[in-house]
């Protein structure tokens, strides 16, 4: 399920997508979501508010199923480098370990910080540096499908 322009607060607001994610009986929940956040005015207090506001109601309608966040991938905000990705991560991550959630950094597998620009040169992102071109977000796919499949294998032989 995805809507565009989609952050932690706006999704918590509607009311019908919590009960629908239960219908579907889910093995893990994936939540991609963060981009957003950090476009705008960013403050961590509000932040870290908007993952809980949207993680009570998900854990009420599916307790018991494992979440993986992804975190945001490298972007720029207003002609550079989005600094803020750095505490928006780290806020995530530690929301992540605090309630036993996984989190597969993006941001990091692209490269870290001002790797868009390189992605950009490789036509892999949009000219604005927010935006993924369809071989760049099909890229990120790949990435994330390889990363599961590996940590799921690492699990399986562990258990």
Same mark, same amino acid.
């Given at each position: ?44 207090? +509000? ?8 993680? $009570? ?21 207003? *002609? ?12 995530? $991550? ?23 620009? $390189?992605?950009?040169?490789? *036509? ?10 369809? $071989? ?14 590996? *940590?799921?294998?690492?699990?399986? +032989?562990?258990?």
């Amino acid at each position: 399920m995805g809507v565009n322009g989609a952050s932690f607060d706006r999704m918590s607001k509607i009311a019908e997508f919590f009960p629908q994610i239960r219908i579907l009986n889910p093995d893990l929940i994936i939540v991609s979501l963060g981009t957003n956040d950090v476009q705008g005015r960013f403050r961590s207090e +509000e932040y870290i508010k908007g993952v809980k506001s949207f993680m $009570k109601p998900l854990r009420k309608y599916v307790s018991g199923v494992p979440v993986l966040f992804t975190l945001p991938p490298d972007s720029y905000k207003n *002609g550079r480098v989005n600094a803020d990705l750095d505490k928006a991560g780290s806020l995530l $991550k530690k929301y992540a370990l605090d309630n036993r959630c996984a989190w597969w950094d993006l941001r990091e597998v692209m490269g870290g910080s001002g790797s868009v620009s $390189k992605w950009r040169n490789l *036509g892999l992102a949009a000219a604005d540096r927010k935006h993924y071109t369809p $071989k760049g977000y099909m890229l990120q796919g790949h990435l994330f499908q390889q990363a599961l499949i590996k *940590g799921y294998k690492n699990y399986a +032989e562990k258990n």
